[in-house]
Protein backbone atom coordinates (compact mmCIF):
# COMPACT_ATOMS: atom_id res chain seq x y z
CA UNK A 1 0.00 0.00 0.00
CA UNK A 2 1.00 3.53 -0.76
CA UNK A 3 2.10 5.71 2.46
CA UNK A 4 0.64 8.60 2.79
CA UNK A 5 2.56 11.80 1.36
CA UNK A 6 3.91 13.57 4.41
CA UNK A 7 6.32 16.11 3.04
CA UNK A 8 6.72 17.67 -0.66
CA UNK A 9 9.54 19.12 -2.66
CA UNK A 10 8.80 21.41 -5.38
CA UNK A 11 10.89 23.13 -8.41
CA UNK A 12 10.54 26.77 -8.35
CA UNK A 13 10.70 27.90 -12.09
CA UNK A 14 8.46 26.29 -14.12
CA UNK A 15 6.12 25.22 -11.14
CA UNK A 16 5.35 28.04 -9.32
CA UNK A 17 6.60 31.09 -11.73
CA UNK A 18 7.96 31.97 -15.20
CA UNK A 19 10.39 34.11 -14.19
CA UNK A 20 8.67 36.97 -12.09
CA UNK A 21 5.09 35.46 -13.17
CA UNK A 22 3.48 33.40 -10.85
CA UNK A 23 1.81 30.56 -12.55
CA UNK A 24 -1.91 30.19 -12.00
CA UNK A 25 -2.82 28.20 -9.09
CA UNK A 26 0.90 28.62 -7.49
CA UNK A 27 -0.18 30.96 -4.76
CA UNK A 28 -2.82 28.34 -3.55
CA UNK A 29 -0.78 25.81 -4.00
CA UNK A 30 1.81 26.86 -1.11
CA UNK A 31 -0.74 28.30 0.72
CA UNK A 32 -2.57 24.61 1.13
CA UNK A 33 0.74 23.31 1.96
CA UNK A 34 1.57 26.05 4.67
CA UNK A 35 -2.20 25.37 6.18
CA UNK A 36 -2.19 21.60 5.88
CA UNK A 37 0.98 21.23 8.32
CA UNK A 38 2.51 19.07 6.38
CA UNK A 39 6.48 19.56 5.37
CA UNK A 40 7.29 20.82 2.10
CA UNK A 41 10.86 22.67 0.62
CA UNK A 42 10.96 24.70 -2.96
CA UNK A 43 14.07 23.44 -4.26
CA UNK A 44 15.86 25.51 -7.25
CA UNK A 45 19.59 24.94 -8.94
CA UNK A 46 20.18 28.74 -8.65
CA UNK A 47 23.06 29.34 -6.48
CA UNK A 48 23.44 33.43 -6.99
CA UNK A 49 20.81 34.29 -4.34
CA UNK A 50 20.24 32.83 -0.67
CA UNK A 51 16.81 32.01 0.34
CA UNK A 52 16.40 35.75 2.04
CA UNK A 53 16.59 36.88 -1.90
CA UNK A 54 14.53 34.16 -3.35
CA UNK A 55 11.91 34.41 -0.89
CA UNK A 56 12.11 38.32 -1.56
CA UNK A 57 11.60 37.70 -5.36
CA UNK A 58 8.40 34.92 -4.74
CA UNK A 59 6.93 37.53 -2.75
CA UNK A 60 7.07 39.81 -5.24
CA UNK A 61 5.32 37.34 -7.97
CA UNK A 62 2.33 37.03 -4.32
CA UNK A 63 3.94 33.75 -3.53
CA UNK A 64 4.47 33.44 0.46
CA UNK A 65 7.16 31.09 0.86
CA UNK A 66 9.32 30.68 4.37
CA UNK A 67 12.82 31.64 3.47
CA UNK A 68 13.49 28.36 5.88
CA UNK A 69 11.12 26.46 3.13
CA UNK A 70 14.00 27.25 0.28
CA UNK A 71 16.49 24.53 -0.91
CA UNK A 72 19.41 25.88 -3.17
CA UNK A 73 21.87 23.67 -5.04
CA UNK A 74 24.59 26.11 -3.16
CA UNK A 75 23.04 24.89 0.25
CA UNK A 76 23.30 21.30 -0.59
CA UNK A 77 26.69 22.09 -2.00
CA UNK A 78 27.72 23.25 1.35
CA UNK A 79 26.28 20.97 3.15
CA UNK A 80 28.06 18.03 1.13
CA UNK A 81 31.30 19.93 2.01
CA UNK A 82 30.86 19.71 5.58
CA UNK A 83 29.74 16.68 5.27
CA UNK A 84 32.53 15.67 3.05
CA UNK A 85 35.55 17.40 5.12
CA UNK A 86 34.27 19.75 7.43
CA UNK A 87 35.77 23.38 8.03
CA UNK A 88 37.80 23.51 4.79
CA UNK A 89 39.06 25.77 2.45
CA UNK A 90 37.99 27.06 -1.16
CA UNK A 91 38.34 29.31 -3.71
CA UNK A 92 34.42 30.32 -4.77
CA UNK A 93 33.67 31.36 -8.31
CA UNK A 94 29.98 32.48 -7.50
CA UNK A 95 27.81 35.07 -5.87
CA UNK A 96 26.69 35.46 -2.27
CA UNK A 97 23.74 32.77 -2.32
CA UNK A 98 27.31 30.74 -2.15
CA UNK A 99 29.59 32.70 -0.37
CA UNK A 100 27.17 32.49 2.06
CA UNK A 101 26.36 29.17 2.19
CA UNK A 102 30.16 28.10 2.58
CA UNK A 103 31.01 31.03 5.22
CA UNK A 104 27.84 29.59 7.87
CA UNK A 105 29.18 25.66 7.14
CA UNK A 106 32.87 27.69 8.47
CA UNK A 107 35.04 27.23 5.47
CA UNK A 108 37.48 30.17 4.82
CA UNK A 109 37.96 31.19 1.39
CA UNK A 110 41.08 31.40 -0.17
CA UNK A 111 43.38 31.11 -3.26
CA UNK A 112 46.13 29.96 -1.56
CA UNK A 113 46.26 25.97 -2.06
CA UNK A 114 42.26 25.54 -1.16
CA UNK A 115 40.75 21.98 -0.73
CA UNK A 116 38.50 22.40 -3.22
CA UNK A 117 37.59 25.06 -6.01
CA UNK A 118 33.58 25.83 -6.03
CA UNK A 119 31.80 26.88 -8.83
CA UNK A 120 28.31 28.75 -9.11
CA UNK A 121 26.39 31.12 -11.10
CA UNK A 122 27.52 34.45 -11.25
CA UNK A 123 26.17 37.34 -13.60
CA UNK A 124 30.18 38.56 -13.79
CA UNK A 125 32.23 36.06 -14.55
CA UNK A 126 35.85 37.71 -14.99
CA UNK A 127 38.59 35.88 -16.98
CA UNK A 128 41.07 35.98 -14.02
CA UNK A 129 38.85 34.46 -11.43
CA UNK A 130 38.47 31.10 -14.17
CA UNK A 131 41.97 31.23 -14.80
CA UNK A 132 42.99 31.02 -11.06
CA UNK A 133 40.37 28.36 -10.65
CA UNK A 134 42.21 26.62 -13.42
CA UNK A 135 45.18 26.80 -12.42
CA UNK A 136 43.98 25.70 -8.76
CA UNK A 137 42.12 23.12 -10.15
CA UNK A 138 45.13 21.99 -12.12
CA UNK A 139 47.13 21.98 -9.43
CA UNK A 140 45.13 19.75 -7.41
CA UNK A 141 42.35 21.22 -5.66
CA UNK A 142 39.13 19.32 -5.40
CA UNK A 143 36.80 20.39 -8.45
CA UNK A 144 33.11 20.82 -7.38
CA UNK A 145 30.17 22.78 -9.17
CA UNK A 146 26.66 23.65 -7.68
CA UNK A 147 25.03 22.53 -10.65
CA UNK A 148 25.12 21.49 -14.17
CA UNK A 149 22.63 23.81 -16.36
CA UNK A 150 24.68 25.11 -19.02
CA UNK A 151 22.58 28.38 -19.83
CA UNK A 152 19.62 30.39 -17.88
CA UNK A 153 16.94 32.55 -19.12
CA UNK A 154 17.62 36.54 -19.60
CA UNK A 155 14.94 39.03 -20.87
CA UNK A 156 17.79 39.66 -23.47
CA UNK A 157 18.33 35.98 -24.43
CA UNK A 158 20.75 33.11 -22.79
CA UNK A 159 22.96 33.87 -20.28
CA UNK A 160 26.03 31.06 -20.11
CA UNK A 161 25.74 29.12 -16.55
CA UNK A 162 27.69 26.90 -14.47
CA UNK A 163 27.80 23.93 -16.77
CA UNK A 164 29.32 26.15 -19.77
CA UNK A 165 32.05 27.20 -17.39
CA UNK A 166 32.68 24.07 -15.68
CA UNK A 167 33.14 22.84 -19.48
CA UNK A 168 35.79 25.50 -19.97
CA UNK A 169 37.79 24.68 -16.76
CA UNK A 170 37.46 20.61 -17.88
CA UNK A 171 38.67 21.48 -20.91
CA UNK A 172 41.64 22.80 -19.59
CA UNK A 173 42.44 20.78 -16.86
CA UNK A 174 41.08 17.70 -18.22
CA UNK A 175 39.38 17.44 -14.81
CA UNK A 176 35.79 16.80 -14.17
CA UNK A 177 33.82 18.43 -11.14
CA UNK A 178 31.15 16.93 -9.43
CA UNK A 179 27.86 18.25 -9.42
CA UNK A 180 26.13 18.80 -6.53
CA UNK A 181 23.04 20.41 -8.06
CA UNK A 182 19.88 18.46 -10.26
CA UNK A 183 19.82 15.57 -11.91
CA UNK A 184 22.35 14.56 -8.93
CA UNK A 185 19.66 12.93 -6.44
CA UNK A 186 22.35 14.09 -4.10
CA UNK A 187 20.04 16.97 -4.14
CA UNK A 188 16.67 15.51 -3.01
CA UNK A 189 18.86 13.88 -0.08
CA UNK A 190 20.46 16.50 1.29
CA UNK A 191 16.43 18.33 1.01
CA UNK A 192 15.39 14.80 2.79
CA UNK A 193 18.05 15.40 5.55
CA UNK A 194 17.26 18.87 6.46
CA UNK A 195 13.59 17.94 6.99
CA UNK A 196 14.56 14.47 8.21
CA UNK A 197 11.92 13.31 6.34
CA UNK A 198 11.30 10.08 4.70
CA UNK A 199 11.46 8.98 1.31
CA UNK A 200 9.00 6.53 1.21
CA UNK A 201 6.56 9.65 2.09
CA UNK A 202 7.98 12.36 0.25
CA UNK A 203 6.28 13.51 -3.45
CA UNK A 204 8.98 15.31 -5.85
CA UNK A 205 7.07 17.84 -8.00
CA UNK A 206 9.19 19.31 -11.05
CA UNK A 207 8.69 20.26 -14.50
CA UNK A 208 11.59 18.62 -15.98
CA UNK A 209 11.81 15.01 -16.95
CA UNK A 210 15.45 15.53 -17.15
CA UNK A 211 16.70 17.08 -13.89
CA UNK A 212 13.24 16.93 -11.45
CA UNK A 213 11.96 13.71 -12.11
CA UNK A 214 15.29 11.93 -12.55
CA UNK A 215 17.20 13.20 -9.23
CA UNK A 216 13.55 12.37 -7.40
CA UNK A 217 13.09 9.04 -9.01
CA UNK A 218 16.97 8.24 -8.25
CA UNK A 219 16.39 9.22 -4.48
CA UNK A 220 13.44 6.95 -4.06
CA UNK A 221 10.56 9.52 -4.21
CA UNK A 222 7.37 9.64 -5.88
CA UNK A 223 7.38 12.38 -8.71
CA UNK A 224 5.06 14.64 -10.69
CA UNK A 225 5.62 16.02 -13.60
CA UNK A 226 3.94 19.62 -13.96
CA UNK A 227 3.67 20.57 -17.92
CA UNK A 228 3.69 24.11 -16.98
CA UNK A 229 7.49 24.33 -17.44
CA UNK A 230 9.96 22.47 -20.04
CA UNK A 231 9.05 19.19 -20.76
CA UNK A 232 5.49 19.05 -22.73
CA UNK A 233 3.26 15.81 -22.43
CA UNK A 234 3.90 14.55 -25.12
CA UNK A 235 7.61 14.20 -24.78
CA UNK A 236 7.29 12.27 -21.54
CA UNK A 237 7.03 8.89 -23.49
CA UNK A 238 10.52 9.88 -25.32
CA UNK A 239 11.96 9.28 -22.17
CA UNK A 240 13.49 5.72 -20.69
CA UNK A 241 11.44 6.11 -17.02
CA UNK A 242 7.76 7.40 -16.03
CA UNK A 243 7.02 9.92 -13.41
CA UNK A 244 4.34 8.51 -10.84
CA UNK A 245 2.04 11.05 -12.42
CA UNK A 246 1.53 13.72 -14.89
CA UNK A 247 -0.88 16.64 -14.24
CA UNK A 248 -1.14 21.03 -16.00
CA UNK A 249 0.16 22.25 -13.16
CA UNK A 250 0.30 23.05 -9.05
CA UNK A 251 -3.25 23.57 -9.17
CA UNK A 252 -4.17 20.11 -10.19
CA UNK A 253 -2.29 18.90 -7.16
CA UNK A 254 -4.72 20.57 -4.10
CA UNK A 255 -6.68 17.51 -3.43
CA UNK A 256 -3.45 15.84 -2.76
CA UNK A 257 -2.54 17.82 0.01
CA UNK A 258 -4.16 17.24 3.18
Not at 164 to 192: C, D, E, H, W
Not at 206 to 226: H, K, N, P, Q, W
Amino acid sequence: MTRPVETWLTDMDGVLVHEEVPIPGAQEFIEKLKTSGRQFLVLTNNSIFTPRDLRARLLGSGIDVPENAIWTSALATAQFLDDQRPRGTAYVVGEAGLTTALHDIGYVMTDRDPDYVVLGETRTYSFEAITRAIRLVAGGARFIATNPDVSGPSQHGLLPATGSVAALVSTATGRQPYFIGKPNPLMMRSALNRLEAHSETTVMVGDRMDTDIISGLEAGLRTILVTTGSTRRDQVETFPYRPTRVVDSVADLMDLVD
